[in-house]
């Protein structure tokens, strides 16, 4: 039988892998002993590295190969996975005026049927184009998602906005939900739910289109709810569900999984062996829920802020969780209203109330002046101040009153020569102070001025473009976070600093469309 064609095997591939129902395996579950040597011994520095490496033959070929070879040393090791695996590597983009670069930056970052979409390879298949966050970013990113395409949407790129939102239709329609990220070793959890946002972006007017999106946003809200009706029984967190003292329910970040993440095996292992007397299984549960928040990792979590091993993530409800899935409810009722769905209508607007009482409640300080996390430990909210106070503002979940206490304590203690800082603590954490990150830079302008906080939105704005513009022509490139204290690089976290980069770009480009005055 004579070989197909090249684009017919390439389009046969695809249509196998987004046609597919199941959860492919991860790079763990596939390579087992090699992964974990590759892992352990660090033979690269970064632990993702390897999970987003291309295989070169079907894994059964390569771990033969393995199990006949034995690789003894790091060198021999690092060589046959050289060898077997195509290991990708950091594209970079030529300096121009700071907007002009953002703009230039677009097309390498745009990613169409990706080469990753091989057989065997981690990465997930996407119908239309997308925009990946760059550096060992190489897949498109949930949360990451919203920012970036404020910058596409400033910048005319509508038609890129119109399919990255399709492409999460799809992963929806594919998956239940939308991952973390487009690997297999991600769709054990979600990230920060935008999706509600993101459609809020959208010019479609289609009406078959906008009713599928819709039901792809009601699958999503199932997937966050999943936990209700055991929550409800037994008065325990289930899933990402979260019973509060009165019976209300609240929201959680989760993952399903238990276990290291794929992509940084050696660290959790290293993080649970610090505490031998705690299980490892809630240890990694506990990580791999920090990832899930997107704030991975920050004192937020942490019982002791110095220690990552102290985590507790599935026990605390977080402020800025909850205030998404009210814009979610929200979105989902009035979308349900232009479909003159009105059942539909009443149950999300009675959610959406629900949810707003309980955040009242439980995670409001009236005499501080903030929004806050909530601790199932302790039965009080936490003493971290962290930007996500701002998040009920972000999303219009706030009243006037609590609007403007919040603007006060931002104005006192968040705002830095640099920008907003994301908490007030110094853990070391990358998701602590001194470190600013765009999307919460925007998440706080945004959100004070649609309470008519005007002067302080634009000052954080004119200061976080100065940032980004000197850390620019000190260095040629869009930085992941930044030192807002001392307007520097950023630092901490578990990997080294990216450039590219996604959500800097994007929320660069909406704030000088909104303030173009502030331009460098």
Request: proline content about 8%; overall charge neutral; aromatic content about 10%.
């Amino acid at each position: 039988m004579p070989s197909l064609p090249r684009r017919v095997f390439a389009a046969a591939l695809l249509c196998a892998a987004l046609c597919a129902n199941t959860a492919p395996p991860t790079p763990a579950d596939r390579y087992g002993a090699l992964f974990t040597a590759v892992q352990e011994q660090r033979i690269f520095e970064d632990g993702k590295t390897f999970v987003d490496a291309v295989p070169k033959a079907p894994p059964e070929e390569i771990m033969r190969s393995y199990a006949a070879q034995t690789p003894k040393t790091p060198a021999e090791l690092k060589a046959f996975v050289l060898s077997h695996f195509t290991v990708p590597g950091v594209n970079e983009t030529p300096a121009l005026p700071l907007r002009q670069h953002v703009q230039a930056l677009w097309p390498h970052l745009v990613r169409r049927d990706a080469a990753e979409s091989a057989p065997y390879a981690s990465a997930i298949a996407l119908p239309g184009p997308y925009v990946v966050p760059g550096g060992r970013f190489r897949e498109m990113y949930y949360w990451d998602s919203y920012f970036t395409m404020l910058g596409l949407a400033a910048d005319g790129r509508d038609d890129l906005v119109e399919s990255m939102i399709d492409d999460f239709v799809s992963l929806i329609e594919r998956f239940g939900h939308i991952p973390n990220g487009t690997r297999t070793y991600y769709l054990s959890r979600s990230q920060p739910p935008f999706f509600a946002l993101m459609l809020d972006l959208s010019k479609q007017t289609d009406p078959a289109l906008r009713a599928r999106r819709l039901a792809a946003l009601r699958k999503e809200h199932a997937y966050w709810m999943a936990g209700e009706s055991c929550a409800r029984q037994t008065r325990k967190p289930c899933d990402r569900v979260m019973p509060m003292p009165d019976g209300s329910l609240l929201n959680r970040y989760w993952d399903d999984r238990d276990t290291p993440r794929d992509e940084s095996f050696a660290e959790d292992r290293a993080t649970a062996a610090k505490t031998p007397d705690r299980p490892a299984t809630q240890m990694y549960r506990d990580l791999r829920a920090g990832a899930e928040s997107g704030w991975d990792f920050s004192a937020r979590w942490l019982t002791d802020p110095q220690d990552l091993s102290t985590i507790r993530t599935t026990a605390i409800v977080p402020i800025d969780l909850n205030a998404l899935l009210w814009a979610m409810e929200t979105g989902i009722a009035k979308g349900c209203a232009e479909a003159a769905d009105r059942p539909c209508q009443r149950e999300f607007n009675r959610r959406a109330d629900a949810r707003k009482a309980a955040v009242d409640r439980y995670l409001w300080l009236g005499k501080e002046n903030r929004y806050a996390d909530w601790s199932r430990d302790s039965r009080k909210p936490t003493a971290v101040l962290s930007s996500a106070t701002l998040y009920p503002l972000f999303v219009g979940m706030a009243s006037p009153a609590q609007a403007k206490a919040v603007a006060a304590t931002t104005r006192d203690k968040l705002v830095a020569p640099g920008g907003l800082r994301t908490t007030a603590m110094r853990s070391g954490q990358q998701w602590d102070a001194p470190n600013g990150w765009a999307p919460l830079q925007w998440v706080a302008l945004d959100g004070l001025g649609r309470y008519g906080e005007h002067d302080l939105a634009r000052d954080i704005a004119s200061r976080w473009i100065k940032t980004v513009s000197v850390t620019y022509r000190d260095t040629g490139k869009m930085l992941e976070k930044y030192d807002v204290e001392e307007q520097l690089p950023g630092g901490g976290g578990e990997y080294p600093l990216q450039d590219g980069f996604g959500w800097t770009n994007g929320v660069t480009s909406a704030i000088l469309e909104r303030y173009p005055a502030i331009a460098p």
